[in-house]
Every structure is written in structure tokens, then in C-alpha cells.
């Protein structure tokens, strides 16, 4: 068949939604672990006796894991396909829950650390997936909608880690209380971790019997040899992608590194107030989940990447600076508000990333340039978690958060050069006319 039989197959399928809801329960699940030790960052400090700047290498494990192992990933994502990829990731996210409960002990932070390393191993089999599960699973009118979703999944895991353990290990004395309270958190995300993972074992299928839309048919349909090499090489011939790609790695590595230090900087201005810490980090990411949705919802309706993506690039940059002034305020309220407004679209611009990769690189991989777009936001986050950690020692909280405020100014710049060259959109509308 030709490309007239391909776009006549195509149809919606009834499981793509519980598709979607699983990979965004296991993904939550293993962000839960990524923030789980530095949402209580001074507790753990005190339980392993190690430094503040190890309990911080706990989350930024996670982006240093996953740097190396994306281009392996991203290879078996193409030639083996979804259901290998999400069998990986949910396994490798429940063992490395498991291994945790190893860890209960003061002198035992090497165990913690293991289990942590897998957890982010199983994250190089999560992170680059919303897109690609989106155009494979979904129709053009939900296409970003249902990536927003993918991506909800693991802000509310993020949600969940500021939330939970700020509850769960209140900041006692007595070390073997604490390992008791420590034990609660890890045996019960051990047992989801494991649920997810059967679950996905026996829900989780490849792709639907149709293709979703004509820009999947034609991919389907595509005869010749793919070459993983020759892609990644296209994408970096691709100026408007690589524009993106730095761009996305200065909001998201601002993102990690306000997130690895956040109970950190609020301890420092609120002294004793962890689960407050815990509750403001909470907000920034509800409140991005909020703009995430709105976000993909936006673009399914208009279909303006560049506008879109520039509007919330330069909102994240306001929310910042203003965050930035009031954190020392002495209002615990002011800090809400201001977080919330931050949260709202920098953690709402990761599905617009997503999704205007897709549009700029098709018929690419979005495995490949999801996986591209993280690895950059890997290093960033890195990058800036260091340097703000160090600059908060010897300077103070405002000065480490000016670093963030001139990373997105420049990000900003940088976006506003990026061409909205859509041609995901082409190619429906091409074989629509067809």
C-alpha cells in the first residue's frame, strides 16, 4: 500500500488512555524517588552523618546517570520499541526502591546510594518517553494534550516527593526512630514501584493495531533503512533544534537546581520550617501541572509553538526575579504566591520543549530528540546545582538565585531566534489535502 492506504488505516485506539495513565504512574513513582532525600535534606544529612552537598548528589545522581546512557536508550527505543523501553524502566525503578530498604542503618549510605543509582537508571528509560508515546498512541487534535499528561505523571512524583517525606520523617532525635520513620517512606514505594511494574506487564503493548494519525502512518509506512546515526546527525545539522535544545536546558536545569536546594533555601530564611519547605515545594509543581495541562491543551487548539513556548520562557523569567527578591521577606505567604507563580510555567513549559521538538525535527525519532533535550537539561542541571550550591555558602541565597535569573534572560534571547518551522503540522496537512 501506498501513502493513500496508510492514512485510510488510520484510527484511534480504546487503550491508548490506560497506556498513558501507566506510564505516568510509574514515571511519578520514580520522580518520588529522585526529590525523595532532598525535600528532607538536613534530616538525611543528620541520619547518615554525611554533608549537606552528598544528600544533594543523591538527586543530581540522577542527571549524571543519565547523560552517558541516553544514545544507548534512545537506540533500543528505536529498534526494539515502547514496550521494552517501559518493561526496563518500571523494573530497574522497583529494584532500586527495593535496594533502599538495604539502607537503614547511619553507616550504610553506600546502599542508599546503589539503590538511588538504580532508580536513575530507570529513569534513562522514562524521561524521553512522553512524545513518543503521544505521536504513537494519539491523533493530531490530543497529540500534545497527551503529552502534557505523560509529563503531569512525573511533576506530580516530583509533588509527591516534596509533599510526602517532609510527613512521613519528622526532624527527631533518636536515630533508630528515624530509621523507623525512614522505613515507612521506602517499603511503601517499594510495593507501588513493584504493582506498577506488574501492571505494565500486563497492560503495556507496543503500539495500537492503527496508526493515530497521518504523520504516524507515513512513518509506519516508510520503507527504507533507518539509520540511528544518520538521525542524530540530522538533528544536529538542525539549527533551530539546536537553539531549543540550549534554550531548554537553561529552564529545566533551572528547575532541577531550584528543587535539589529548595528545602535548603527555605531553612536558611525559616529555620525549622521543613514541612513548610516540603509544602512550597509542593506548590511549585501543582501549579505547574496546571500550566503543563494548559499548555498542551493550548497548542492542540492553536498549534503556536514559537509564541507559546516564548510567552512562558519570559513568564519564568518574571517569576524568578520576583521570587527571588521576596524569599527573604519574612512572610512564609509571600513565598507561596511567588513560588507558585514561578512553578506555573517554568515546570509548564517541559510538554511545550517536548512538543516543539517533535514539530522541528519530524520525521525524526521523538525518542531521540526528547532524549537530546534531557541530556542537555542533565548537564545544565548539574551545572547549576554546583554553582548555586556554592554560591549560597559564601554569598547567600539571593546571589545563588541571580545565577538562575541571568540563565533564563539568556535562554529567553536565545528562543526568541528559534523559527517555527512546524513540520509534524506539514506533513497532516499535506496528506490531509492528498
Not at 542527571?63 to 530497574?92: Q, T
Not at 509529563?151 to 512524583?157: D, E, I, R, S, T
Not at 525559616?270 to 503543563?292: C, D, F, K, Q, W
Request: include cysteine; charged fraction near 10%; aromatic fraction near 12%.
Amino acid at each position: 500500500g501506498g501513502v493513500g492506504d496508510a492514512a485510510a488505516e488510520v484510527q484511534l485506539s480504546r487503550l491508548r488512555w490506560a497506556v498513558l495513565l501507566l506510564f505516568s504512574s510509574y514515571s511519578l513513582c520514580n520522580a518520588f524517588q529522585w526529590i525523595q532525600y532532598g525535600s528532607v535534606n538536613n534530616v538525611f544529612v543528620r541520619f547518615y552523618g554525611v554533608s549537606a552537598f552528598a544528600i544533594d548528589w543523591l538527586s543530581m545522581s540522577y542527571m549524571l546517570i543519565y547523560i552517558p546512557l541516553l544514545f544507548p536508550v534512545a537506540w533500543l527505543l528505536d529498534k526494539r520499541g515502547l514496550r521494552l523501553i517501559a518493561l526496563a524502566g518500571s523494573a530497574l525503578n522497583a529494584m532500586g526502591a527495593w535496594v533502599k530498604l538495604g539502607s537503614l542503618k547511619p553507616h550504610l549510605f553506600p546502599v542508599t546510594v546503589l539503590g538511588q543509582v538504580i532508580c536513575g537508571l530507570g529513569q534513562v528509560f522514562i524521561l524521553g518517553m512522553p512524545s513518543r508515546i503521544a505521536s504513537v498512541w494519539f491523533g493530531p487534535q490530543e497529540v500534545s494534550t497527551a503529552c502534557s499528561i505523560a509529563v503531569f505523571g512525573n511533576q506530580l512524583g516530583i509533588a509527591a516527593g516534596f509533599l510526602v517525606p517532609p510527613i512521613l520523617i519528622p526532624n527527631v532525635e533518636d536515630v533508630e526512630q528515624l530509621a523507623y520513620h525512614i522505613s515507612i517512606m521506602f517499603f511503601m514505594t517499594a510495593g507501588v514501584a513493584s504493582a506498577l511494574f506488574i501492571l505494565v506487564i500486563i497492560v503495556f503493548k507496543e503500539k495500537p493495531p492503527n496508526p493515530p494519525s497521518r504523520a504516524q502512518a507515513l512513518i509506519q509506512s516508510r520503507t527504507e533503512e533507518y539509520s540511528y546515526v544518520q538521525s542524530i546527525l540530522r538533528l544536529l545539522c538542525n539549527a533551530n533544534f539546536l537553539l531549543l535544545m540550549v534554550t531548554y536546558g537553561l529552564n529545566v536545569g533551572c528547575f532541577y537546581a531550584l528543587s535539589t536546594l529548595l528545602n535548603r533555601m527555605v531553612i536558611h530564611h525559616y529555620p525549622g520550617e521543613e514541612v513548610n519547605a516540603g509544602r512550597i515545594g509542593l506548590t511549585i509543581i501543582l501549579s505547574g501541572m496546571v500550566g503543563a495541562l494548559i499548555s498542551g491543551i493550548w497548542l492542540d487548539k492553536t498549534k503556536t509553538y514559537k509564541q507559546t513556548t516564548l510567552v512562558v520562557y519570559i513568564m519564568s523569567l518574571v517569576g524568578m526575579i520576583v521570587y527571588t527578591f521576596t524569599l527573604s521577606l519574612g512572610h512564609l505567604w509571600v513565598v507561596f504566591v511567588t513560588a507558585g507563580l514561578l512553578g506555573f510555567f517554568m515546570t509548564g513549559y517541559l510538554p511545550l520543549g517536548f512538543e516543539f521538538a517533535a514539530e522541528l525535527t519530524y520525521p525524526e525519532s521523538e525518542g531521540t530528540s526528547s532524549g537530546l533535550l534531557n541530556v542537555s537539561a542533565q548537564i545544565t542541571g548539574i551545572a547549576l546545582t554546583i554553582s548555586q550550591g556554592q554560591i549560597m555558602d559564601r554569598f547567600g541565597t539571593k546571589a545563588g538565585n541571580l545565577l538562575l535569573c541571568s540563565a533564563l534572560f539568556l535562554g529567553t534571547i536565545m528562543t526568541a531566534f528559534i523559527k517555527a518551522d512546524l513540520r509534524r503540522q506539514q506533513a497532516n496537512l499535506e496528506n490531509k489535502q492528498t
